[in-house]
């Protein structure tokens, strides 16, 4: 036996590693972002879930996913989500994925300017969505804002704006 390795010999070590902590595909960060404020005062009305499925029919992020794909990612994140400390970190996880895909990696990954303010924005979307935002779901928002590195001006401007669109 070698005492040398291969790069290649741990390739299979490096996808366990991100499938379970390293990293998120960015649609995966999208998906357990907005689901993670969905879950974020700790239930689950029904406006929120037809929020949700209205976005993750709309947003361009996730239309490269199969309808099944979707599905399936939904699936899989839906169990870190009820469990609040399990649910804050996968949403930490998630957002330095988000940070990680908006720098992109040239030439190969283009960046994705606008990617975290986007995210927050469809975030703020669902936590308004039942008329009612309690104080968990103002520190999950304040939170997005510190793991998403946003200014705190533009994180403002966007909360006015969704508080405003549905205030009627």
């Known amino acids: ?35 993670g404020a969905m879950h974020a005062d700790n239930r689950v009305r029904k406006e929120e879930i037809d929020e949700l499925d209205a976005l993750i029919g709309r947003v361009r992020m996730l239309h490269s996913l199969p309808e099944a794909e979707r599905t399936q990612r939904r699936e899989e994140i ?29 030439p190969t990954q283009p960046a994705l300017e606008g990617l975290a303010v986007s995210v927050f924005a469809h975030a703020c979307d669902i936590i308004y969505t039942d008329l009612e935002v309690t104080e968990l779901e103002r520190q999950f928002l304040r939170e997005l804002v510190q793991h998403l590195a946003l200014d705190h001006k533009v994180a403002a401007n966007i909360v006015n704006v969704i508080g405003d669109k549905n205030a009627f």
């Not at 991100?18 to 972002?33: C, P, Q, V």
């Not at 609040?84 to 895909?101: F, G, H, M, N």
């Open 1 to 35: 036996m070698s005492d040398t390795y291969k790069a290649s010999d741990f390739d299979f070590l490096d996808a366990a590693l991100n499938r379970h902590g390293g990293s998120m595909a960015k649609e995966t960060a999208f998906l357990t972002i907005l689901m």
């Open 78 to 106: 839906m169990p870190y989500m009820a469990d609040e400390k399990l649910r804050l970190d996968r949403v930490r996880l998630a957002c330095s994925s988000i940070l990680t895909a908006q720098k992109g990696s040239p």
